[in-house]
């Protein structure tokens, strides 16, 4: 009994306890805190992955503590990228998003909302020209050589054997569309309408009726490819139930 109260009076005895306690809290908030932040990014990054068809890693901002983060149900910053093998079907596609002020509420209709959402979206030009070739029938057996960018004038050349097609990538509606400038297809039976037609579906399911309004807002071509930008504001995240998009159902 004489020895406790000795260890209890002396100050260097309680100074050690006091450092033991606080390296135990701390390593139990590290703990709790790199766990939460696995979670969180693994159901961010499957909720995306499952939106565009390809790998996808999700990170929170480093400040404040995501258990702050979820406490307050408030999430300053997000950011995800893909892996650049394809967004839905197109090849060679990759898009990187940073996503601010997100909280979450919920109701009959939403899980809350997303105060800004910026995705910068690049395909290459071999990714462009596999895309045509798988996902465009009609065009391609006709794209057999190579996809050519032309970023003086913002077009892409779509070659063949003895043919070529130019377009020209600009937003259209929500999406973007390739509009066609020239069309030199020797031997090739379709009119330029059905070949612009065509595109414009292929493009329309590549690039529009993403979730929570994203919407086009530029695009420019480059030496390897096409670069656009993509943004969405004020958003309302779906539940996935009643037919909304089941990729956030997890979320």
């Known amino acids: 009994m004489k020895k406790r109260r000795r260890f209890l009076r002396d100050p260097l005895s309680i100074l050690l306890v006091c450092i033991i306690v606080f390296a135990l809290v701390v390593a139990g908030l590290i703990g709790a805190e790199l766990y939460a932040r696995h979670v969180a990014n693994n159901k961010v990054a499957q909720a995306v992955a499952c939106e565009v068809r390809d790998q996808a890693t999700a990170s929170f901002g480093v400040a404040p503590l995501l258990l702050w983060q979820l406490a307050t149900q408030h999430f300053t910053n997000i950011s995800v990228s893909t892996a650049g093998n394809q967004i839905r079907d197109a090849k060679g596609m990759k898009i990187d998003i940073n996503i601010k002020n997100v909280q979450l ?8 909302t997303i105060g800004s959402l910026d ?24 794209v057999t050589n190579s996809v050519t960018t032309h970023p003086s004038d913002g077009t892409i050349e779509l070659k063949g054997m003895l043919d070529n097609i130019t377009t020209k990538p600009v937003v259209s509606g929500n999406g973007l569309e390739l509009q066609i400038v020239s069309f030199n297809a020797l031997g090739f039976m379709l009119p ?23 919407h086009a807002d530029s695009v420019q071509v480059t030496t390897t490819g096409v670069v656009s930008h993509f943004s969405t504001q004020n958003a309302s995240i779906p539940t996935g139930d009643n037919g909304q998009d089941p990729c956030f159902s997890n979320i």
Do not use: C, H, M, R
Not at 105 to 112: D, I, R
Not at 120 to 142: E, R
């Open 192 to 214: 330029k309408e059905t070949v612009q037609s065509t595109l414009d579906e292929f493009t329309d399911n590549l690039t529009k009726n993403y979730p929570l309004g994203i």
């Open 105 to 112: 509420e919920s109701t009959p209709t939403s899980k809350g």
């Open 119 to 142: 995705a910068t979206i690049t395909w290459t030009a071999d990714g462009i020209k596999d895309s045509v070739q798988t996902g465009i029938p009609v065009l391609g057996p006709f």
